[in-house]
């Protein structure tokens, strides 16, 4: 039987103001429902940015927005800051943390994802990933103070574990991640020391598998690798991490099936960052275990064509939460990457069939549009991938880097933001500065 609030109206709840959230709020807000956005942040954030946060290229209003300031105009939206502790498909209801609860008619559960570490966790201390606000501030952090402490380190042994920057998993951040901080060695920061030369910095791209951005073209990922190299960069592939502490890293090579022998070694670094795996927020296999739906092995649920679960048409589940095929006509079923097209076009997706069942329509299979991937690998180098109605087209260099350059630009939330990042790139180009080191608190995570 569904439950409705005092107006008469379903109500929809939409967890997690991510880029699937707020396209199916957005989806709503025309529609004769109530909806309530539910987020423990209290902010949207555009992560393809977020590494620049965390390397002192932007700082991080540019590419965030108040969930509150995004939904003013929108008279059917209620915001709630909070965190999810569970869900209730009987009740339907979802708890939060500090004991209420919130019920619903429609779910659409878009939290997220979080960092992986392959089962050793206890990694997490000594390679931060990056997947929030607070995580891009610690990397800024340690960054910028390997320097200063470089600086005044007399033992050279000592400096050069603080110069030693190493970035694990060679996907589209790690890649961006690494070229980033080549270049804040060799031109941000050239002149500013004393007792050191920043240039000296090593900058280490550590990846598993045998080439970097392997979702890409390989001719690409022979680009990215080309460009990364030109820019200093040390990569090392089919390079596989078996621990990690404060004081660096141990690594493994061979023993795959071309027969090379079983090789391991040490890195001294004191600034270590985690790019290598995702896992869908905990709240996934919460939700399986409260539908008896089953999860992947990252902690995705698996949805039914119309991103709803099995058993619970009321509830829907989008982005790096939902194991979710794309259904073309005519054409075997794909998985839908993990990606913010993905997500974005699943909220509309998600909402336009909670509006059908509402209207008594039948609900339609989630179609995925793959417009091609992007990555940037430092100044006037990137990468494009592009679908188009006439085939793929790849490019790269400067051209791939504007075009980066304004994709970015255009896909962020509001338009201040894209004038202040666009006017700070503009700087940025011209003067080799990055004007975002500041560091609110040496011993912790500094705020903006």
């Not at 275990?289 to 619970?312: M, N, Q, Y």
Request: net charge neutral.
């Amino acid at each position: 039987m569904q439950t409705t609030n005092p107006s008469g109206r379903p109500k929809v709840v939409i967890v997690g103001c991510g880029f699937g959230g707020l396209e199916a709020a957005r989806k709503l807000q025309d529609a004769d429902v109530d909806v309530t956005v539910i987020d423990k942040t209290n902010h949207h954030l555009f992560q393809p940015l977020l590494y620049q946060v965390a390397t002192a290229g932007l700082a991080a209003p540019s590419i965030a927005a108040p969930v509150r300031g995004l939904f003013r105009g929108q008279k059917n939206i209620t915001t709630l800051l909070g965190e999810v502790s569970g869900i209730d498909p009987a009740a339907r209801s979802v708890q939060l943390a500090n004991g209420d609860t919130v019920p619903y008619d429609h779910l659409i559960v878009a939290a997220g994802a979080t960092h992986s570490y392959f089962g050793h966790d206890e990694w997490s201390t000594a390679a931060p990933g990056l997947k929030t606000l607070a995580d891009a501030f610690e990397i800024r952090r340690r960054v910028l103070l390997s320097f200063e402490t470089a600086e005044i380190t007399a033992d050279l042994e000592r400096r050069r574990a603080l110069l030693t920057f190493v970035v694990i998993g060679a996907g589209p951040t790690g890649v961006e991640m690494a070229g980033t901080l080549a270049e804040i060695a060799k031109h941000t920061l050239s002149g500013e020391f004393r007792h050191i030369d920043p240039a000296s910095a090593q900058v280490l791209l550590i990846e598993g598998g045998p080439r970097v951005l392997q979702a890409m073209p390989e001719s690409l990922s022979v680009k990215a690798l080309e460009q990364l190299q030109k820019l200093g960069v040390e990569v090392r592939l089919n390079a596989r991490v078996t621990a990690i502490d404060n004081a660096g890293l141990e690594v493994q090579t061979g023993g795959g099936a071309d027969g090379a022998p079983v090789q391991s070694y040490r890195i001294d670094s004191s600034c270590v960052v985690w790019a290598a795996g995702v896992a869908a927020s905990p709240l996934g296999r919460m939700l399986g275990a409260a539908t008896g739906v089953e999860c992947d092995r990252a902690g995705r649920i698996k949805v039914e064509p119309d991103l709803s679960l099995a058993g619970h048409p009321e509830i829907s589940v989008v982005g790096d939460l939902a194991a979710a095929m794309s259904y073309a006509p005519g054409k075997p079923p794909k998985p839908v990457p993990g990606v913010s097209p993905g997500a974005k076009q699943a909220g509309r997706a998600a909402a336009a069939n909670i509006l059908r069942r509402i209207a008594g329509r039948p609900t339609v299979p989630f179609r995925y549009a793959d417009y091609g991937n992007l990555a940037t690998i430092g100044r006037n180098s990137a990468v494009v991938d592009l679908g188009t109605p006439f085939g793929p087209l790849r490019f790269s260099g400067r051209l791939a880097w504007l075009f980066w350059l304004f994709a970015h630009a255009y896909f962020l939330i509001g338009f201040r933001n894209r004038i202040v990042v666009m006017m700070d790139w503009a700087s940025a180009y011209w003067s080799f500065q990055r004007n975002a080191r500041v560091v609110a608190d040496v011993q912790g995570k500094s705020e903006s």
